[in-house]
T-cell receptor, first 115, second 115 residues
Framework: DQQVKQNSPSLSVQEGRISILNCDYT??????FLWYKKYPAEGPTFLIS?????DKNEDGRFTVFLNKSAKHLSLHIVPSQPGDSAVYFC??????????????FGTGTRLTVIP | NAGVMQNPRHLVRRRGQEARLRCSPM?????VYWYRQLPEEGLKFMVY????????ESGMPKERFSAEFPKEGPSILRIQQVVRGDSAAYFC?????????????FGPGTRLTVT
């Protein structure tokens, strides 16, 4: 039962343009959402997060948007750079409400930024 | 400050043997999580431990798998009598007791191959 879904396995974007990565979830108990970036042969690296009391969080070139009614979130990267090429995982947890510490991950989207 | 360390990075075991995976959390981190990533899938939560305590093992298979985080030394994920289906990348993550909620720092993973 995949509670966090990333329906696009891959995305290619030209350098300097915007990258938009999407994520959907099914569990209405989720109240905290994170994006991780993963390079080959490395562990995931935390990128940005958002709690369910917000609908937007921004950190430099990275912005995460949350639409609770649609159970959808997205990560925007602008401008995209070749070093952003990696697999991006969306993750969610029910920690704030249920005190659960484990993260539920999507299957990842491989972003390729073309120079 | 060294990151989360995992060893070995690669482990090959024959069916029926035991696999021991080690994880040293970041300095000052007392919470450890284990995740498993099967090919073409996202990371799946296995177990959450604090020093000398298993807090949540809801993602652990009921048989053959065990985890510990002793007072001294690394956290160990132990898989007895391995089968081919155990072949996967196993990631450990850690977090501080009072850190940003949900933010976990991942190690590089141990890739287990069962022949």
């Amino acid at each position: 039962d995949q509670q966090v879904k990333q329906n696009s396995p891959s995305l290619s974007v030209q350098e300097g343009r915007i990258s938009i990565l999407n994520c959907d979830y099914t569990n209405s108990m989720f109240d905290y959402f994170l994006w991780y970036k993963k390079y080959p042969a490395e562990g995931p690296t935390f990128l940005i997060s958002i709690s369910s009391i917000k609908d937007k969080n921004e950190d430099g070139r990275f912005t995460v948007f949350l639409n609770k009614s649609a159970k959808h979130l997205s990560l925007h990267i602008v401008p995209s750079q070749p070093g952003d090429s990696a697999v991006y995982f969306c993750a969610a947890s029910a920690g704030l409400l249920a005190g659960a510490n484990n993260l539920f991950f999507g299957t990842g989207t491989r972003l390729t930024v073309i120079p | 400050n060294a990151g989360v360390m995992q060893n070995p990075r690669h482990l090959v075991r024959r069916r029926g043997q035991e696999a021991r995976l080690r994880c040293s959390p970041m300095k000052g981190h007392s919470h450890v999580y284990w995740y498993r990533q099967l090919p073409e899938e996202g990371l799946k939560f296995m177990v959450y431990l604090q020093k000398e305590n298993i807090i949540d093992e809801s993602g652990m298979p009921k048989e053959r798998f065990s985890a510990e985080f002793p007072k001294e030394g690394p956290s160990i994920l132990r898989i007895q009598q391995v089968v081919r289906g155990d072949s996967a990348a196993y990631f450990c993550a850690s977090s501080p007791p009072e850190g940003v909620w949900g933010e976990q720092y991942f190690g590089p993973g141990t890739r287990l191959t069962v022949t």
